[in-house]
């Protein structure tokens, strides 16, 4: 397998039929005993959950003076976090729905896994907003409804375009995923011996049954979905960037904010997809099934996407050259050369520089250089919200009113919990669902075409 | 099965989408109307080859997405113009640019919430019991098999004469599904 070369590789390694297919990805759930790494790494990961749990405890408790905020700096970790878990989720809705459109094959089997992915890092962001408000048990009056106070939210703001914006993308992703699991479910349904298994996976699947008039409609159902998060999908960090670009302080209001932002989205989110497909496909055998040529697209997609968030860069920095305005301009030297430049140029070398290799067959041939960029670029992409969020806001016009930012453990505390919330998710998730879509694998065999003339159509 | 038992109908069982695809179409020919097709993943040419060809979903996702939108930009305009009015750096009350986004959004999700609730309501689900899956190897329809099923409701539709009709095509087995 890893010795073919791009372009050989195929989708889905040949010799496989409707049996084995369904029987390889049902075993995994169904008939796999539970090995020991999966329980050392779920415990592993179920503990780090309980460290947000502890630190957003004892947040409630003492408020948000726990964390390194400032008066400068009122933004610090947890809307970096929020950005950055937000934007991971975005590769799994381009590839379910973005590459749905585009009638790319490769998708059918790493789809169903990049939507979960999605659907855990979104609740890990939808974390940051709740928690950072100081007061989260009134985190409802976001919504509009009426009350007795008589007050509303205040349409032009952002803030609430991205309450609609990111409260939106979670539910179409929910359903999405969800309408996508309901035929796999009930091969699960008719596969599974455990009773409860039956019956859970049973309900689940809503009484599916194969009919042809309900297929015509589910797929109508799926491609209008995938037609209509497309654009939500791009709109999502568009309003995300917003919360920056649409202020006047200085390293934010900029107009290729939006661009640069979906771009960097989907370049952090393909770098977890990798991170998490190449374990994965090694663990569970599924190499036949998530390819080489999985891997090399999706490095390619980083790599384009990476040097599309490249240009943000260097746009960035001519137009706060070229603007004339000198307090842009200030922002630029303060992130090169502040107190703070450390995290600029650990970000050019992380998203930038680094990431050329993937220019090199050889590195997207190889599973662990892959692995290893991937987390480079996880890291740089975090870093680079960090730069616009903190070195923006630590100094900006009147030099009497700067100031320095420090993360506190609390703020690292509830980062890396977010971290175990997404990975103990995703360690549940493998086990109990099946990971990639197993009906639309079932698709991409020869044997599933209506060839014979007698059967097409007249 | 005995001769008194109400009949859901009759079922044909093959092995690939062709012989599925043919039979439907024999079936539709001979004048069948009443049947479903049952296969391990979509097949549109069965659908088709069936007599259905046209789905209300993508209609009802478009109703859903323009109430989702009227909502939207209604609820904003409302909120701004009359249940609190909010002066914002002496923009006008109805300034639409910054309603947009949300207006965008509520389409959006309108949309999504129609086109799976309005696919999942036409196709009658969630439906616990079905009498196909009376059916002994009925399984097999969510893994490598394909089923067709003449209904009894059909007006054609007599008992050994759909038998015999369904064995003639390339079925595998012919079996009848109670009720």
């Known amino acids: 397998m890893e010795r073919l070369l791009p372009g050989q590789a195929p989708v889905l390694t040949p010799g496989h039929t409707l049996e084995t297919i369904t029987d390889k990805i049902v075993s995994i759930v169904l008939r796999r005993p539970v090995t020991l790494g999966w329980v050392g790494g779920f415990v592993f ?53 973005i590459l749905l459109l585009l009638k790319q094959g490769w ?35 976001l919504f509009p409804y009426p009350n007795t106070m008589g007050v509303w939210p205040q349409f032009r703001s952002p803030l609430l375009w991205d309450v609609f914006a990111v409260s939106t993308y979670a539910t179409i992703s929910a359903l999405f995923w969800f309408v996508g699991l309901i035929p796999d479910l009930a091969t699960f349904r008719d596969t599974a011996q455990n009773p409860v298994a039956k019956k859970i996976y049973g309900l689940l699947a809503l009484g ?82 998530m390819t080489m040529r999985h891997l090399d697209n999706a490095a390619k997609v980083m790599l384009g996407t990476g040097l599309i968030v490249a240009y943000g ?53 190889n599973t662990l250089a892959l692995f290893c960029t991937s987390l480079v670029v996880l890291l740089g992409m975090w870093l680079e919200r960090f730069v616009i969020v903190v070195t923006s806001l630590h100094r900006d016009f009147l030099p009497s009113s700067w100031g320095m930012y420090t993360a506190t453990r609390w703020d690292y505390a509830i980062y890396v919990g977010t971290l175990g919330l997404f990975f103990c998710a995703m360690f549940l998730f493998v086990r109990l669902m099946p990971m990639i879509t197993i009906f639309e694998m079932r698709m991409l065999l020869p044997q599933s075409r209506v060839t014979s003339s007698e059967a097409a159509h007249d | ?95 639409w640019p910054s309603f947009i986004i949300i207006t965008f959004e509520m389409t959006i999700l309108f949309a999504g919430i129609t086109a799976v ?48 009709f369904l064995e003639a095509t390339d079925a595998v087995d012919v079996a009848e599904v109670a009720d």
């Open chain 1, 208 to 289: 599916w049954r194969g009919s042809a008039r309900h297929w015509k409609r589910y797929e109508s159902a799926y491609l209008l979905l995938a037609g209509l998060a497309t654009p939500l999908v791009l709109s999502v960090h568009t309003v995300v960037s917003f919360d920056f670009a649409i202020s006047i302080v200085p390293g934010w209001h900029t107009t290729v904010f939006p661009p640069y932002f979906v771009a960097g989205a989907i370049y952090s989110g393909f770098a977890m997809v990798l991170v998490l497909a190449i374990p994965i496909r090694k663990f569970y055998g599924v190499q036949d099934m």
């Open chain 1, 107 to 141: 998708r059918n089997s790493i789809n169903r896994f990049a939507e979960a992915m999605t659907l855990f890092a979104v609740a890990c962001a939808g974390v940051f907003p709740l928690i950072h408000t100081g007061r989260p048990w009134l985190a409802y009056w």
């Open chain 1, 313 to 365: 860069y260097s746009m960035e920095a001519f137009y706060a050259y070229y603007s004339g305005n000198i307090y842009e301009f200030f922002v630029l030297k303060n992130r090169m050369l502040g107190p703070l430049a450390w995290s600029y140029w650990c970000l050019i070398l992380f998203n930038v520089l680094i990431p050329q290799l993937l220019w090199i067959r050889k590195v997207r041939q």
């Open chain 2, 117 to 164: 609730v309005g696919m999942l309501t036409l196709n009658g689900l969630p439906q616990p019991y079905h009498p196909i899956f009376n059916h002994p190897r009925f399984t097999a329809a969510s893994r490598d098999r394909f089923f067709l099923c003449i209904e009894a409701t059909d007006d054609h539709f007599d008992r050994a004469e759909t038998r015999r």
């Open chain 2, 1 to 95: 099965m005995t001769d008194s038992t109400i009949l859901h109908g009759v079922v044909a069982e093959y092995v690939t989408p062709d012989a599925l695809v043919a039979a439907c179409k024999q079936a539709r020919k001979a004048g069948y109307r009443r049947m479903d097709a049952y296969s391990p993943f979509p097949l549109e040419e069965a659908a088709d080859a069936i007599g259905f060809e046209k789905t209300q979903v993508p209609l009802l996702t478009l109703i859903g997405g323009i109430l989702g939108g009227l909502t939207g930009y209604g609820l904003q305009y409302w909120v701004n113009l009359s249940a609190y009015p909010l002066n914002i750096g002496g923009r006008p009350l109805h300034s």
């Open chain 1, 45 to 97: 990961f179920f503990g780090l959950m309980n460290v947000l749990l502890f630190a957003m405890a004892y947040l409630f408790f003492r408020g948000v003076g726990i964390w390194g905020i400032n008066v400068p700096v009122g933004w610090g970790f947890a809307i970096v976090n929020f950005v950055w878990w937000v934007g991971i989720g975005h590769a799994g809705t381009l590839i379910s729905a």
